[in-house]
């Protein structure tokens, strides 16, 4: 995952669907990347059951139990309740709010156009997803983030286009409640500052970057506008939000950070899924590990022990990516191109990493079945935590759109 060009301050959220338990996928493409990034970063961490009910409301049963498991899981490999905020959608009631409100402003035309409404409709045939609650989904995310002015929220590739609506959701929010008559005042002081000769070039600027989107065009007013002594940093600020079509920053645009797929393949070799049922969960223990890894699918073109393989074609090797030493891989590959190691000495000195990092997280989740009262604990507290932000964000929101409460 790149954290490139990210601001060191920024706050990350992210959240997962308590749709069952956790696989290796899971822990080596989005845990592991929630790891490092707690360690460097304000970290919002959430369950997203109103999320599973998005395309799960016939059956809900499971979801409480899935809840309490998922969270033991991040526990148990290193998810830090004292380092990130851990806590559940549900218990916080203003994402369901700050979603209600969002969806006023948001036409319908930006989540019919997400791809995945159309590609999911089609895979979960199963389902009844003609829902306004599944093409509102993309809504209710844009709350989850905004609602914590996160400036960072990790994304497959399938999720960009997500998070691109709620950056558009932020934007149109901000132009239509971002400017008051202060704002109006301080754009009119700062284009009086520029003189009219640069306060004509950035309005052409502006006009041909809301044409056509280019980004070069808002580079240039960016560097134009950093670079012009005659104004203050607030009305730099402002004048940026107007080149770009929006207004006072109520609701700040999370970046994207990309986030690269699991490099870890089903027992099979093909993506692992519980569906394909050729997935190893973080739950299975030493016996079961030990059996899916030395039954996994090796290099096709490898029939005999005696003919050369390439790792390369091998899911076995992406195993050994994710858990052995730099030593081991080199005797892989050297031995497997050679035909100088047979497959199952390769699973073996596999397990000896895989089960060297895996032993700790089961001994880990084992203490947390046992003080089930520990879990909860770690969820009541972090949802507060998170409601006290929530309530801030929320509190401008309201005040912007004229829906202030008496204190
Ligand atoms: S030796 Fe290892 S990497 Fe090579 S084909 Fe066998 S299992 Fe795969």
């Known amino acids: 995952m790149s954290t490139a060009g990210l601001n060191p301050h920024s706050r990350i959220v992210s959240g997962m669907r308590p749709t069952g338990h956790l696989h290796l996928g899971h822990w080596e493409g989005v845990l592991k990347n929630w790891i490092e990034l707690q360690k460097h970063h304000e970290c919002y961490f959430f369950v997203a059951d109103w999320h599973a009910l998005t395309t ?201 950070l990309l986030t690269r797929a699991s490099r870890l393949p089903g027992t099979d070799g093909r993506k692992m899924s519980k ?33 050369p393989g390439e790792p390369d074609r091998c899911p076995v090797w992406k195993y050994h990516e994710a858990f052995s030493t730099e030593e081991t891989r080199q005797w892989v590959e050297t031995g497997c191109r050679t035909a100088g190691i047979g497959c199952l000495d390769c699973k073996n000195r596999l397990l000896e990493g895989m089960l060297h990092e895996l032993e700790p997280v089961w001994g880990r989740l084992h203490r947390l079945q046992a003080d089930p009262d520990a879990v909860r604990e770690v969820l009541a507290s972090g949802s507060e935590r998170a409601r006290i932000k929530a309530r801030e964000t929320l509190g401008e929101v309201r005040n912007a759109l004229g829906l202030a409460r008496p204190t």
């Open 56 to 256: 799960h409301y016939q059956d809900s049963r499971g979801l409480e139990a899935n809840t309490f498991d998922l969270v033991m899981e991040w526990l148990a490999v290193g998810v830090d309740p004292d380092r990130a905020t851990l806590f559940v959608q549900s218990w916080v009631p203003e994402h369901a709010e700050l979603h209600l409100l969002l969806s006023m402003l948001t036409p319908l035309g930006w989540l019919e156009r997400v791809p995945t409404y159309k590609e999911q409709q089609q895979e979960l045939k199963d389902r009844e997803l003609d829902t306004y609650g599944f093409l509102g989904y993309p809504v209710l995310m844009s709350a989850d983030v905004l609602l914590y002015r996160a400036g960072g929220v990790p994304v497959g590739q399938d999720q960009v286009a997500h998070l691109e609506v709620a950056r558009e959701i932020a934007r149109r929010f901000n132009f239509l409640y971002g400017r008051g008559e202060a704002f109006d005042a301080l754009l009119r002081s700062a284009h009086e500052h520029m003189g009219s000769k640069q306060s004509h070039r950035l309005i052409g600027w502006a006009k041909q970057y809301r044409e056509s989107g280019a980004s070069e065009l808002l580079n240039r007013i960016a560097h134009t506008l950093a670079e012009d002594s005659r104004l203050d940093p607030e009305e730099r600020a402002a004048l940026f939000a107007e080149a770009r079509g929006s207004g006072r920053e109520i609701l700040p645009e999370p970046e994207a």
């Open 275 to 307: 569906s394909y049922d050729n997935a190893i969960a973080l739950r299975d223990d030493r016996d079961v590990v030990t059996r899916k890894i030395r039954t996994m699918a090796t290099d096709p073109a490898r029939v005999r022990r005696s003919d």
